[in-house]
């Protein structure tokens, strides 16, 4: 019997027909939603390999056995063979009639696809329209003036008086400082003594940020990751919400750092907090559309005493889409990767559930990204008789010929029970797992890398 999940399928299947789906990203395991679809899947990616017997896949790790920090890696400014030769490999997959879906949009695969165009679908946005919404003071103070809270950030240049202010400021009581274009906390920083900011400025002065702003810091607040996607009209398709695990030093190296989400603690907020929740992303996602971006997207919100904050929008696919597409598909729901297809191939979004009342039917689901928290480049060997006895779901786990970027991700954890205290930090349980995996591998530096800033955590 047709399901709503079978019958959009079927409409999706009826515009790409049987075309190879080529999907280009951050991470190949991201490609795995897409092995819903009986097409050939073709995964093109920087590292975090999907293995899956569906998908073929070529990798920038497994050419030159380096896995990238996919927060803060440019392709556009590679030089080397391995990034070469994946763009020789996507000009040269685009040569069959494809549909081509960017993780997020790179100048590289427009290049591709324009030299295929004519029989390419391209399901997602050129690169220089893309880049427009990544600038998140303009988007913030857009959205402020259209009524929506933000968090009260004080901008500024970076000069001397600037730092002066910014010193004064932490002195008094802790602060957040952001530059204002990066992913998963890599931009954000908590100051909350002398060393910290002095460490802080260093770091910003190193990467010439031209602009900055800080605001006070909201302790205990709660960070929550809703995923999306816009459709040219300004309807929204909203898909699982979930807790984010934020600043966690075990971790990320960063003290305002992304690395998990917790997809069941959620449904113990107050009924309020997600109908409020759910109006901004609509919101937000009508605002996006009417300056001419559509597709998947995702926003995070900050909640603190009973007050929520629109923290940022990530124009693209996130860290935690293919948990959401795994919860979806367990509720029977077409995913953020099918409706992303849906609004670029001019479909209806599916039919809508109130976000409260989706998480209640959303399953106890948690992932645990470990990320590199040294400054250098390291290898991981695995235990083989602790790792092989984990009692939780390990993936992406690189081989030990594979060096690590710092910052970027060694391993993702799954759980299906709670993570996290409503503050994104471990509660026993996520404590427990994140130990008990450390036991399992071993960590070895292959070098100072120059390019990476100071940890910065108190």
């Not at 009581?173 to 908590?190: D, E, N, Q, T, W």
């Not at 919860?327 to 077409?334: F, K, T, V």
């Not at 689901?365 to 695995?382: D, E, S």
């Not at 690189?398 to 205290?421: D, F, K, M, Q, Y």
Request: aromatic residues 10%; negative net charge; glycine residues 6%.
């Amino acid at each position: 019997m047709p399901t709503e999940r079978s019958t959009y399928r079927k409409h999706l299947h009826g515009k790409i027909k049987d075309r190879k789906i080529v999907w280009v990203g951050s991470r190949g395991c991201d490609a795995i939603p897409l092995t819903d679809f009986k097409n050939p899947i073709v995964s093109i990616c920087y590292g975090s390999p999907a293995q899956h017997e569906a998908i073929t896949e070529h990798t920038y790790e497994e050419m030159m056995h380096q896995r990238v920090n996919p927060y803060t890696y440019e392709a556009s400014s590679d030089t080397s063979d391995g990034i070469k030769e994946l763009r020789r490999i996507l000009i040269k997959e685009l040569e069959e009639p494809c549909c081509l879906i960017p993780y997020k949009p790179m100048s590289f695969i427009d290049t591709a696809y324009f030299l295929h165009h004519k029989h390419t679908k391209m399901l997602g946005l050129f690169s220089e329209l893309q880049q427009t919404f990544n600038h998140k003071t303009w988007i913030e103070t857009a959205l402020h003036d259209a009524g929506i809270r933000t968090i009260p950030w004080t901008y500024l240049e970076i000069n001397e008086s600037s730092k002066q202010e910014i010193f004064r400021a932490t002195m008094e009581a802790p602060i957040m400082l952001r530059v204002h274009a990066a992913s998963a906390g890599s931009g954000l920083i908590r100051i909350d003594s002398k060393e910290t900011f002095e460490a802080a400025w260093e770091w910003l002065t190193q990467n010439k940020a031209p602009l900055i702003a800080y605001s006070p810091y909201f302790s205990g607040a709660s960070s929550l990751a809703a995923s999306a996607t816009v459709f040219s009209d300004g309807r929204v398709a909203l898909h699982p919400l979930s807790l984010q695990c934020i600043g966690v030093p075990e971790l990320t190296p960063h003290n305002a750092g992304y690395s998990g989400n917790d997809f069941g603690m959620i449904r113990d907020l107050p009924a309020s907090t997600i109908n409020h929740l759910e109006a901004m992303v609509r919101d937000v996602g009508q605002w996006l559309a009417s300056r001419g971006f559509i597709g998947a997207f995702g926003i995070d919100a900050l909640l603190h005493e009973e007050q929520l904050y629109f923290i940022e929008a990530n124009p693209r696919f996130l860290g935690s889409s293919k948990m959401c597409s795994s919860i979806d598909r367990a509720l029977d729901r077409p995913d953020v990767y099918m409706t992303h297809m849906a609004s670029f191939l001019e479909l209806p979004p599916p039919p809508q559930v109130p976000l409260r009342e989706l998480i209640v039917m959303q399953p106890q689901l948690g992932q645990m990204i470990f990320h590199n928290t040294q400054p250098h480049f390291v290898t991981v060997k695995k235990k083989p008789v602790e790792y092989e006895k984990l009692p939780f779901g390990v993936t992406q786990t690189p081989e030990a010929s594979v060096s690590v970027a710092p910052g970027g991700p060694i391993s993702t954890l799954n759980w299906n029970e709670p993570l996290l205290r409503t503050n994104g930090t471990l509660n026993e349980t996520g404590q427990f797992i994140a130990d008990t995996f450390l036991e399992s591998i071993t960590i070895y530096p292959q070098g100072l890398s120059p390019e990476r800033p100071k940890r910065i955590i108190k």
